[in-house]
């Protein structure tokens, strides 16, 4: 079933540029996606009663052909693409008015258990109600980003009880947000055209954070990491 909403691209989700922002297109794939989850029974709060939570492992955004603008009434699209028993596949469009798709995206999702932090095998009866649709929204799969050698520390603070979400770790569009901010300015002049990222091990309240990137052309290679291990790995893919 292919799931869609009207929705208004909000002031707080956007940047300097009055158009969506790299960590406002996660909040709006996240925000649909959990509508409809909720709206096929299984949503997160569903989860929660279970002892269970639901977390984005991989995912790829593209920009199709712009990025939606400020206050632009626009259309959020998303279905389930399949599940392997470990992660589920997810598609996501954002659509204007006139249904041109202007940025896309393809996650993959798992299910753990909240207090041993444990990935959760999904039971085939958990998606009784959900129907999945042999399409995807991008010609590719979120795959296992290989990190360049060399990569340079760029700057490193304590994950701020600001960045906490309900499942007491950063949330991941704040993630998005950190890449946004450790690019160097001369690199904001370009337009993000897509970014992979990997989200490994979570971060918690405090705990000290290391951003390490290697600029290669029009790509950046950004990896993130608490005082555990590599929380994030990402690619961003630039203009010319």
């Not at 085939?124 to 340079?152: G, Q």
């Amino acid at each position: 079933m292919i799931y869609e909403i009207p929705f208004t691209i909000y002031t707080h989700l956007c940047d300097c540029q009055k158009q969506l922002s790299l960590q406002g297109i996660a909040q709006v794939f996240h925000e649909v996606a959990e509508r409809h989850w909720t709206s096929l029974g299984v949503g997160m709060q569903q989860l929660n009663d279970k002892g269970q939570s639901r977390i984005l492992s991989r995912v790829s955004y593209r920009v199709v052909s712009r990025y939606p603008k400020l206050n632009e009434q626009v259309k959020l699209r998303t279905w389930l693409h399949s599940c392997d028993g470990l992660l589920t596949l997810r598609e996501s469009e954002i659509l204007s008015s006139m249904n041109e798709v202007l940025i896309a995206a393809t996650s993959s999702w798992a299910i753990i258990n909240i207090a041993s932090r444990h990935a959760c095998s999904i039971r085939e009866d958990l998606y009784d109600s959900c129907v999945f649709e042999n399409r995807k929204a991008l010609a590719i799969k979120p795959s296992k980003i290989l990190m360049p050698d060399n990569l340079v520390d760029v700057v490193s603070f304590k994950a701020p009880y600001s960045s906490i979400d309900r499942n007491q770790h950063v949330y991941n569009a704040e993630y998005l947000r950190w890449i946004s901010n450790s690019l160097p300015d001369t690199l904001h002049r370009k337009t993000i055209l897509g970014l992979d990222v990997n989200y490994n091990l979570e971060t918690l309240p405090h705990e000290e954070v290391k951003i390490s990137q290697k600029l290669d052309g029009n790509q950046v290679w950004i990896q993130i990491s608490n005082s555990r291990d590599v929380a994030v790995r990402s690619r961003v893919f630039l203009s010319e």
